[in-house]
């Protein structure tokens, strides 16, 4: 804290002395110091900030310039986790450089806790003296001798292990330099480096015996360089660019402990909790190289046509990890299952190109009409070669599934697919008061293999007007219909190899399957006079998917917004806004085995209603002018979700599950004192409420047991407990303002 | 006679008349920036500072000398006017700010025609008729280094000036950290348009969100089709009232797609919530199937590796 407070004292203090030194060079600083609370540690408060208690750097510029030369410093939150710094130099328009630091925070949790310790990068052990515990409560056949004493054991565990904190940090470098050396040409380089730091909530299995979420780290580093050419000449330009991508995942492979098994078995039959360690491989490293090639030219009737073509290719070729980390599997053939020999390929050799041609002509073919054609083709083959594991696999280190002819070998595949659109658009001035605008769009998919439906087509009309019937006064109305269709359906892509269906003959999954598509959205403006503005906006939509019986059925979103800012005199401003959103969906499924059956088995259908609010108010208010303001906000946040569902042959059974709510009420009164015109004091008061009610992020277990299964570990889980929390959060804030 | 005698003299007059304020108005010449800052001294000091000031002193590369008459016209008249409002040539001085969008924004694509601006013509901005200076103002920029010369503090708080409906969207419990340090609507979208879908800063969705989320890139030795589809098949682009921006909870997101027997078609009402059956608490389906965009474990074709 010292040595933050110091840093920043000196830096304040190094751009006041700047600002008096440089002639000609301008600049600001805003300082001070902040003090906060918050009743329980939630870390939904400091989501995206690293609050300090103390001094703090809320924000710099300093900028300098003498006949083309420039330059300028500038930042917000310096020295805390959430700073951003920015720098430029430049002279006249043959060069400018821009560097930029940034550093994010996405904090996740404050409360989660994990026995599993850590010793190497990615390898999560628990003490050994656990897994014999536990071992010794095993009876032969994997069943528990007293599932109470081990889930208690465990739960002591827990109590006793340190608080892991959930989050990832981001922190990104760019540096671009443009150059403009003479008539015509452009260039520019790009460099970015991204790095991510931390770590995150990660479900592993032993196949539900049992599940365990881990603090899996994140270590990454993304560094992009690309470079751009740009020439004009008379009504044409080109621009071209090459870049690659490169990403690297300091975690490769992710191994934890199993809690009950201290060392690697086989058992013959009913195997289960058999593997001592879990393994599996995270992000693999990859690498983009990419190109795109634009030439856009200016013709009669002030059209333009622009031709866009970029091709880029993903290449993935990290070295596989066994099929299993239990030693004590072996496939067919004798080969041991975490030997790398028994794999097909020791990596996979993974490439994907993806090739975008976008063809665009704009222009003004009458005085009053406005028109774009289009055609985009976007094309992306996958051409990994496929790999089939005729030895058998290990879903979860427990147990090897050999291949059979109820559960064929597995075999990877490639998924490749073609977007084109063709399209028009259309806007007509009828005079000076409206506009119409028309939409006619063609869409086509083709999804070469494997997917269930090889091509669809969707056709697209549209139409709007805008008007302007006051002078202050602005409406807009647009409507489209869209109809997509599939050309066929290939259930036998539900066959799961052997000849049954691994999926209900009459799920039509939503992003592929027929849609009528209906989209409105309307805003208006208007200004009845300098001491009122208002403002208004909609938007309406709804995906009917009618040939589904199975699957999503239908999304339906709706919004609306409204602000009035009102301006009574010179020192008095008053604005307010209110805002509804509501998603509603309904999705049908099937519990049993009626694949070809939508009326047997016993059909169920989920009705999801998200409704969420937006609020706010401010006002400020020169109590003396030109010297001190006072302002005030509120704002009103809230998500409510009501999930309503229904079983007709076991109405019983289908109790909803209960509604959920996020709501926040934040409140700030600040004050301005100008004293001078390069300087001024101020200060800032928030107080925030959080309540939170839901079931998928409340009363999370850190030992998750159904109680009513007689062997718990059968479907176990060990938490973090990533819970979220309702607080209230106070926060002081003082600070200064020195501008030269 | 007499009548069309003194209407002769009237047309004949007005003519005159005509002709000789057209000399006056006739073609107003440069007048060169130094004359400018004699009444706009403010303007012209803030002017030096920025981006357009830098070019009069080292504008080689650009078509025409740089300077006030580059945005403002030939200001000859307007000089001569003498700050003399009812003089016809004070009104010679053009404001782009008062012009037609289109009119004004030719001055600024002169100079503006490549990089960023290279598909301004292809904008849904320039469709609907917006002016440059409708977000850029050039002698009174709040952006704090000028580095943009926006007209207000940010980009994200320029673009939610207009697209109000997006507050909305950032109350949301989940959403993107835009508005931060790291993150603005400009970082995923080019103002002046592009060759991708919303004017996006890549040619494809999927390209746009890899580029941060290089991770879930792949190609991975088992693929979730969605995955490579489109990541909005699954997320929204902006916020959402779900966990990880999703488009809805699980486990009925991925119930959509996915309803064999046995526990990926099972219906997770109260009951099994009561019984904390692992489908449904917690992180649902990815408390087992956390390689859900995609896997390269070679035991991972169900995502559990």
């Known amino acids: 804290m010292r040595a933050r407070i110091i840093s920043m004292v000196v830096l304040a203090a190094s751009l006041l002395v700047a600002g008096q030194v440089l002639a000609q060079s301008d600049g600001a600083a805003t300082f001070g110091g902040q003090w906060w609370s918050q009743t329980h540690p939630e870390a939904k408060y400091q989501e995206y900030r690293d609050l300090s208690r103390g001094g703090y750097l809320a924000d710099y510029v300093l900028r300098e310039f003498d006949g083309p030369y420039a330059g300028a410093l500038w930042g917000n939150d310096a020295l805390t986790h959430n700073q951003g710094n920015g720098l430029y130099l430049a002279r006249g328009v043959t060069w400018r450089l821009d560097a930029q630091y940034n550093e994010t925070p996405h904090n996740l949790s404050f409360v989660t806790r994990s026995p599993w310790v850590q010793t190497a990068a990615g390898v999560f052990r628990l003490p050994d003296a656990v897994q014999q515990v536990n071992r010794n409560w095993l009876a032969p056949g994997g069943v528990l001798k007293d599932s109470t004493a081990f889930n208690r054991n465990m739960a002591n565990l827990y109590a006793s292990s340190p608080v892991v904190p959930l989050g990832v940090q981001t922190d990104v470098s760019k540096l671009r330099l443009r150059l403009r050396p003479i008539k015509d040409w452009q260039f520019e380089v790009r460099g970015t480096e991204r790095q991510r730091e931390g770590s995150a909530a990660y479900g592993t299995t032993f196949s539900m015996n049992p599940d365990i979420e881990l603090p899996v780290p994140i270590s990454q580093r993304t560094v992009d360089v690309d470079a751009t050419g740009n020439y004009t000449h008379g009504p044409a330009k080109v621009m071209a660019s090459i870049g690659i991508s490169d990403f690297h995942n300091r975690i490769p492979t992710l191994i934890w402990d199993n809690p009950i098994v201290a060392h690697d078995s086989s058992w013959a039959s009913g195997g289960k909790t058999t593997g001592a360690t879990g393994q599996m491989a995270m992000a693999p490293d990859n690498r983009v190289v990419r190109g795109t090639g634009a030439f856009s030219v200016q013709l009669p009737y002030s059209s333009t046509f622009t031709v866009t073509l970029g091709v880029s290719q993903t290449t993935q070729d990290q070295a596989f990890i066994p099929l299993t980390s239990n030693s004590a599997l072996t496939l067919a053939g004798g080969l041991h299952a975490n030997d790398l020999a028994a794999l097909p390929a020791q990596s996979l050799n993974g490439k994907v190109m993806t090739v975008v041609q976008d063809y665009r002509l704009v222009g003004r073919p009458l005085p009053k009409l406005y028109g774009t054609l289009r055609i985009r083709e976007e094309k992306l083959d996958d051409q990994t070669p496929s790999l089939s594991f005729l030895t058998g696999y290990s879903p979860a280190d427990q147990s090897i599934t050999l291949p059979s002819v109820k559960s064929p070998a597995p075999e990877s595949e490639a998924w490749s697919r073609r977007n084109d659109v063709y399209g028009l658009d259309a806007d007509y001035s009828i005079n000076r008061y409206v506009d119409v605008s028309l939409l006619v769009e063609r869409r086509t998919r083709v999804h070469p293999e494997p997917r269930e439906v090889p091509r669809d087509g969707e056709n697209v009309f549209g139409g709007g007007v805008r008007a302007r019937p006051l002078d202050n006064l602005n409406v807009t109305a647009n409507y489209k219909y869209g109809q997509r269709k599939m050309d066929s359906f290939d259930v036998t892509t539900y066959d799961d190899g052997s000849g049954a269906l691994a999926e209900r003959a009459f799920l039509r999954r939503f992003d592929i399957a027929d849609r009528n598509q209906s989209v409105f959205n309307g805003a208006a403006t208007w200004s009845p006079s300098e001491k009122l503005d208002l403002t208004f906006s909609g938007w309406w939509n709804k995906d009917n998917y009618k040939n589904s019986l199975i699957g999503l059925q239908s999304v339906q979103n709706t919004q609306v917004f409204g602000e009035a800012g009102v301006h009574p005199s010179s020192i008095v401003d008053l604005s307010g806004g209110f805002g509804y959103g509501q998603m509603k969906s309904t999705q049908a499924g099937g519990e049993g085995t009626f694949y070809t059956d939508v009326t047997k088995g016993l059909p169920w259908t989920s009705n999801v209603d998200d409704k969420n609010v937006y609020a706010f108010a401010h006002a400020s208010w020169w109590a003396q002018p030109k010297k001190v303001q006072l302002a005030t906000q509120y704002t009103f946040t809230r998500d409510l979700q009501v999930n309503a569902l229904s079983q007709p042959a076991d109405p019983v059974k289908a109790l909803d599950l209960p509604p959920g709510f996020y709501r926040t009420h934040d409140v700030s009164v600040e004050a301005h004192w100008y004293y001078t015109a390069g300087l001024e004091f101020g200060c800032r008061y928030d107080y925030v409420q959080y309540d939170v009610n839901d079931w998928l992020a409340q009363s999370i277990p850190y030992v998750n047991v159904n109680p009513s299964l007689a062997v718990p570990t059968s479907a176990a889980g060990f938490f973090l407990g990533n819970n979220k929390l309702s607080y209230t959060a106070n926060m002081v804030q003082v600070f200064a303002t020195r501008r030269f | ?305």
Request: net charge positive.
């Open chain 2, 1 to 305: 006679m007499r009548r069309g005698l003194m209407l002769s003299a009237v047309l004949l007059g007005t003519s005159l008349l005509m002709v000789a304020a057209s000399q006056v108005m006739a073609d107003p010449t440069m007048a060169g920036s130094e004359a400018c800052k004699d009444c706009h001294q403010k303007e012209y000091s803030q002017y030096l500072t920025t981006s357009h000031g830098r070019a009069q002193s080292d504008g080689a590369a650009l078509p025409e000398k740089m300077g006030c008459e580059t945005c403002h016209g030939a200001g000859s008249a307007h000089v001569a006017a003498g700050g003399d409002t009812k003089d016809p040539g004070f009104a010679t001085i053009q404001r782009p700010d008062k012009q037609a969008a289109a009119k004004a924004n030719e001055i600024c694509l002169g100079c503006h025609k490549g990089g960023e601006q290279f598909y301004w013509q292809h904008s849904a901005h320039a469709r609907k008729d917006l002016a440059c200076v409708g977000c850029h103002s050039i002698h009174n920029s709040k952006d704090g280094a000028h580095a943009k010369l926006l007209k207000a503090e940010t980009t994200t708080a320029l673009c939610l000036g207009c697209h109000k409906s997006n507050h909305l969207a950032m109350g949301k419990s989940s959403h993107m950290p835009i508005g931060t340090n790291g993150m603005g609507c400009n970082d995923c979208h080019n103002p002046h348009g592009s060759a991708g879908p919303k004017q996006i800063r890549a040619l494809t969705t999927n390209d746009l969100c890899l580029s941060c989320h290089a991770d879930k890139r792949g190609p991975f030795l088992w693929e979730h089709a969605p995955v490579r589809e489109n990541c909005l098949t699954c997320h929204e682009a902006h916020s959402s009232s779900n966990d990880k921006m999703l488009v809805a909870r699980r486990p009925f997101l991925c119930q959509r797609c996915h309803t064999p027997s046995g526990h990926p078609g099972n219906l997770y009402d109260a009951p099994r919530l009561g019984t904390s059956a692992l489908q449904v608490v917690n992180r649902s389906c990815s408390n087992c199937h956390s390689q859900i965009h995609g896997s390269n474990s070679p035991s991972g074709k169900t995502f559990l590796r």
